[in-house]
């Protein structure tokens, strides 16, 4: 019974801390800016620069292949201020002194921050709706698509997260985060250009956000990517929790 009452009382205490940070995101005009800057970039990148409409091919493929560059904008946007704002005004020392554990706290910011960026993600559905009258598109890809943009961006909110919560600062949080998102977003174009050796690219390709999402913008739904999308969330989130920790009982 009592470990059922902690149990209910880790809950609770999450989601609470979840809906807190969400109407938070809610009024910041950073959540505000991502959002607007999410959707200009890759509405402009679609239909200028990749012009789909000389394109004469029913698919959003290119336009859910520019997520992976917004994401390394927006996910430091959303994650910039998570931790560092707290160790900033040293709200996050009141924090870990609540009767709340390391994954409690963690998986509360995470669910704000995720949340948040999924609110984001539905703004861009009226788009495949308001084309689906110039062409004969496949659902299922597109459902696939945004399946794959759903993964990989909680493999990243907790990635920013985790740098978020070695930063003291949320300017140095967001460029932090800016350069590793350049990294795992961009870095198996960089192995697609460089005449690697085939068994390293392999191996530097696993590390790349990028390069598990791009199967599921071919409408390819590989377990092995949702795994790593999965697992990787799992991991940040964990080390997340340790570094808590160590501030806690330095």
Not at 110 to 128: E, N
Not at 188 to 211: A, E, G
């Amino acid at each position: 019974m009592k470990k059922d009452k902690e149990l209910f009382f880790g809950f609770h205490s999450t989601f609470a801390l979840a809906r807190k940070e969400l109407l938070s995101y809610l009024s910041s005009p950073s959540f505000y800016g991502a959002a607007i800057f999410f959707l200009v970039f890759c509405s402009v990148r679609f239909f200028i620069f990749q012009r789909y409409f000389v394109m004469n091919s029913a698919t959003l493929r290119p336009y859910f292949s520019t997520f992976t560059t917004v994401f390394i904008i927006v996910i430091p946007l959303l994650t910039m201020k998570i931790w560092a704002e707290e160790r900033k005004t040293g709200s996050i020392e009141i924090l870990l002194t609540m009767p709340l554990s390391e994954w409690n706290l963690v998986l509360g910011k995470f669910i704000s921050a995720y949340t948040a960026f999924v609110i984001i993600l539905i703004m861009t559905i009226p788009l495949p709706i308001s084309l689906s009258s110039l062409g004969e598109y496949d659902y299922g890809v597109i459902i696939c698509e945004y399946l794959g943009a759903l993964l990989m961006g909680s493999s990243a909110v907790s990635l920013g997260l985790l740098l978020s919560s070695l930063s003291k600062s949320q300017a140095g949080s967001f460029l932090g985060s800016l350069a590793v998102m350049l990294v795992v977003m961009m870095g198996n174009n960089f192995t697609m250009m460089v005449n690697l050796p085939y068994q390293l690219t392999r191996i530097l390709n696993f590390f790349f956000l990028s390069f598990h999402f791009d199967s599921f913008t071919k409408g390819i739904i590989d377990s092995r990517n949702i795994i790593y999308f999965a697992v990787s969330t799992f991991l940040f989130l964990f080390i997340t929790t340790r570094v808590l920790l160590f501030r806690k009982w330095r």
